[in-house]
């Protein structure tokens, strides 16, 4: 069992999500920054999708109340040990500072944490209101039983990887002028601070439609560049509805998705037309 | 039928029918490797695993469905919902459509629908069949909040909100019925393909 000592601004439970279940209308949800989530679990022998903590802008403070087995990934906090597997003896604290760079960090213990599922994870989805709620300090979390698989006795590189999101147009992108195209990907883009886990909001040059009719309501995926009347993309986020009503212009690809995770308001990021391979 | 892809792992099918799109979902759904088959309006999208299916397989077996001899999302299910028509909305919509809200209720309680899609939130049935008379437009500003069960009407689709969230459709009535229980095998209650009757209660 661990206790949530303080969960600053934002931790919630995240697994690998909810996929499978979009056609009644669940989104995706789990951890934004899967492969960071994924890492944290392999250090403490963990399966890649046990349930981990997703902290935003650091902050979380949690107690041991028996002795754990803990990773730290994602954005560097300070405070922490990053990127290797530490055991906490009962009772004591870990503590993460605001990172520098990035936005979410990610917090595994040995054993997974297990709330109780809900439609096959454990994952909070703040749009929907499924899975448990946002966390706050005085909570306490169930921690599963050892795994098979030690711990890593590896020490992981801390990155944050930068350059372009490679995107492809998608099939809406006619929907837009010729130039919309140009646009996003020669332009610089600030992510604004009204971004969450539904979607990264970008603030830029509008881009302009060639069409002013109403989308009927279609199906979108985390990762989907979806573009409201004002011009402004949204990135979408594992939080994001499974249909929206606004054209979608492209799709980031997904070895860069994890990247959307960790950028923070006033960051400025840019796109590049091509697959993920590129 | 237009296919194409959206991004790396997904192909975004339209059948010329837009009617067609359940057969379509259920369709995608049953090939092996698709993860999640998403319907829209218009459009299905489906999500595969690239380690299990590739992107021109999916294609191929999208492109060769034959809808009108499956329709396997068809069930024979059909549910009714009793509904007292007192929605905020209700006066308006029969102004708009140059109906009594007598005629109003008359009209949206008189039809057959069908389950299109799922979407907006968990267990929310965009509705087909409903009278053109009543297609109306959304509310420029959103509501705050919709209670849950209120029965509503946007466009080409009625729908009912299966629990108090934000939204901008018409609101014509309530019903008591669970939309959505995540104790329930499915949780929803309206699937895509499912008939739905209104009874005015």
Same mark, same amino acid.
């Given at each position: 069992m661990i206790e949530i000592v303080a969960a600053g601004p934002l931790t919630t439970v995240q697994d690998a999500g909810r996929a499978g279940w979009a056609a009644l209308g669940v989104p995706r949800s789990g951890a934004f920054d899967r492969a960071a989530a994924g890492l944290a679990n392999r250090l403490v022998g963990n399966a890649p999708d046990a349930a981990v903590l997703e902290t935003t802008l650091g902050g979380l403070v949690v107690r041991a109340l028996g002795a754990a087995t803990v990773a730290v990934t994602g954005a560097p906090c300070p405070g922490a040990d990053f990127g290797v597997a530490r055991t906490l003896p009962a009772g004591s604290t870990l503590s993460l500072g605001t990172p520098a760079v990035g936005l979410r960090s990610y917090l595994a213990v040995r054993g997974g944490v297990v709330v109780e599922a809900v439609l096959d994870s454990r994952s909070t989805d703040l749009l929907s #209101?499924? #899975? %448990?709620? *946002?966390l706050r300090a005085g909570d306490r979390l169930p921690v599963g039983p050892a795994p098979c698989n030690l711990p890593s006795g590896a020490i992981a590189a801390v990155r944050m990887p930068s350059g372009p999101f490679r995107f492809a147009a998608a099939p809406r992108a006619d929907w837009f002028t010729p130039a919309a195209l140009a646009l996003l990907t020669d332009s610089v883009w600030t992510v604004r601070s009204d971004s969450d886990r539904i979607g990264v909001r970008l603030d830029g040059p509008p881009l302009p439609r060639s069409r002013d009719d109403e989308l009927p309501s279609e199906p979108v995926l985390p990762g989907a560049l979806q573009v409201p009347p004002d011009g402004r993309p949204i990135l979408l986020g *594992?939080?994001? *509805?499974?249909?929206?009503g606004y054209p979608v212009i492209g799709v980031v690809a997904e070895a860069d998705l994890d990247r959307a995770a960790q950028v923070r308001p006033g960051d400025t990021i840019t796109f590049r037309s091509g697959s993920g391979s590129g | 039928m237009r296919i194409a892809p959206y991004g790396e792992r997904a192909l975004l099918a339209e059948p010329d029918d837009p009617h067609d799109v359940p057969s379509l979902r259920a369709l995608a759904a049953d090939q092996d490797g698709v993860v999640d088959a998403v319907a829209g309006a218009r459009a299905v999208l489906a999500v595969f695993d690239p380690a299990r299916l590739t992107a021109e397989r999916l294609h191929a077996l999208l492109a060769s469905a034959d809808l009108a001899a499956s329709r396997p999302d068809v069930a024979d299910r059909t549910v009714e919902l009793a509904v007292r028509y007192d929605g905020a909305d209700l006066a308006a919509v029969a102004e708009a459509a140059r109906l009594s809200p007598a005629e109003v209720v008359e009209k949206h309680a008189s039809a057959d629908y069908r389950v299109r899609f799922c979407g907006?939130? %968990? #267990?929310f049935a965009y509705l087909d069949g409903l009278d053109a008379r009543l297609h109306v437009a959304r509310h420029r500003t959103p509501r705050t909040s919709v209670p849950a069960g209120s029965v509503a009407i946007a466009g080409e689709f009625t729908g009912i909100y299966p629990r108090s969230s934000p939204g901008g459709w018409q609101l014509l009535g309530t019903t008591d019925a669970a939309l959505w229980d995540v104790s329930r095998d499915p949780p929803a209650l309206l699937t895509p393909g499912t008939r739905v009757r209104f009874v005015p209660a």
């Open positions: #209101g499924l #899975g %448990p709620l *946002p *594992p939080d994001a *509805p499974v249909t929206g | 907006f939130s %968990p #267990g």
